[in-house]
């Protein structure tokens, strides 16, 4: 099941091949509903090609940028605000997951955060700042753990 929320002049762009899945049949490490939500008029949801995702939660009140073969692990969420700017008076900042990257369950991806291509993201993390391309990175706050061999 997938609940997609829109505001009227915004935009929520799905690439080629993408899943979303909350079937427990086949996700059972965390059953809820897939939510794309877009929370102002002009905010942007982009995810590439061959994406999958596992009751996934994506909010964008500014920019969600998500590239080609990327995949999210069950109840992880994704947004480019803190939420109720109008009582912590905070600003948005967009969020950008390049191709190839690999983010695990119950991960959180904050704003502002770009993770570089073909990165690991352990389940649980909290990603609070870029994680550069070609590494593993887990915990909370999220750092790189190791890197990739190229």
């Known amino acids: 099941q997938i609940t997609l929320d829109r ?8 690439g080629d091949n993408c899943i979303f899945n909350s079937h427990s049949l086949f996700n059972p490490r965390g059953i809820k509903r897939c939510i794309l939500h877009t929370a102002t008029d002009f905010a942007k949801i982009e995810i590439g090609n061959n994406c999958g995702f596992s009751g996934v939660s994506i909010v964008a009140w500014n920019r969600v940028k998500i590239g080609n073969n990327v995949m999210v692990g069950a109840d992880s969420c994704i947004g480019d605000t803190d939420d109720h700017p ?3 008076g905070t600003d948005t900042a967009p969020v950008e997951i390049k191709d190839n ?12 955060v770009t993770i570089g291509e073909n990165s690991i993201i352990g389940a649980g993390s909290v990603v609070t700042k870029d ?3 070609n590494c593993v990175a887990a915990g909370v706050p999220c750092k790189v753990i190791r890197y990739l061999e190229k």
């Open 131 to 133: 994680i550069p391309a």
């Open 101 to 112: 990257v690999f983010i695990g369950m119950h991960c959180l991806i904050l704003k502002g």
């Open 7 to 14: 505001f009227k002049y915004s935009t929520i762009k799905i």
């Open 86 to 88: 109008e009582r912590l």
